[in-house]
């Protein structure tokens, strides 16, 4: 018995769609349930601003690791939070148009018009007699999931950084 070209592809195709839909569920079930963040600067013990963590949410834990190594970096009971708060940052894309500009004149005209916004949550924690906090960078599609999970978790209601006046 001898197959043909196009039987010898309806067979890969075949194998290969098998492949992916074994594939597809045992990488979504292998996800870590938890949010990739930037720390952005505080009182995290051996991390330096811009370090990926990860970020978990237990049900009476708060639990970060490095993202590179996945070694531990704190876990914080969520009875010891004091504060959750968030805060925007928002910029023009400046330097990018300038350098798309040199190439081509118009759409670096039109991409010096948009805004990019990035979103941070700040902790501040003190469990018996340690004190700490910083503060992360969220992906602005995780942010809200961020939020939510540490005020269920917390009982404590987010702080809008950007609505705080400052008065002299």
């Given at each position: 018995m001898?197959?043909?070209?196009?039987?010898?592809?309806?067979?890969?195709?075949?194998?290969?769609?098998?492949?992916?839909?074994?594939?597809?569920?045992?990488?979504?079930?292998?996800?870590?349930?938890?949010?990739?963040?930037?720390?952005?600067?505080?009182?995290?013990?051996?991390?330096?601003?811009?370090?990926?963590?990860?970020?978990k949410l237990g049900d009476k834990d708060i639990h970060f690791s490095y993202a590179r190594g996945g070694k531990e970096a704190i876990d914080i009971p969520a009875s010891a939070i004091t504060e959750i708060s968030y805060g925007q940052d928002v910029h023009r894309r400046v330097g990018a148009a300038i350098g798309l500009a040199a190439?081509?004149?118009?759409?670096?005209?039109?991409?010096?018009?948009?805004?990019?916004?990035?979103?941070?949550?700040?902790?501040?924690?003190?469990?018996?007699?340690?004190?700490?906090?910083?503060?992360?960078?969220c992906d602005e599609n995780d942010y809200r999931g961020v939020l939510a999970g540490l005020e269920g978790i917390t009982g404590k209601k987010a702080v809008d950084s950007d609505a705080m006046t400052v008065k002299n």
């Open positions: 001898r197959l043909t070209n196009l039987q010898i592809k309806g067979s890969m195709k075949r194998i290969l769609a098998l492949f992916l839909c074994l594939l597809v569920p045992t990488v979504v079930f292998a996800s870590n349930n938890g949010y990739r963040v930037i720390y952005d600067g505080g009182s995290l013990p051996n991390a330096k601003t811009g370090d990926p963590l990860n970020l190439v081509t004149f118009g759409i670096g005209g039109l991409l010096a018009l948009t805004k990019s916004k990035r979103h941070f949550v700040g902790l501040t924690w003190q469990d018996g007699d340690k004190k700490g906090g910083f503060a992360m960078q």
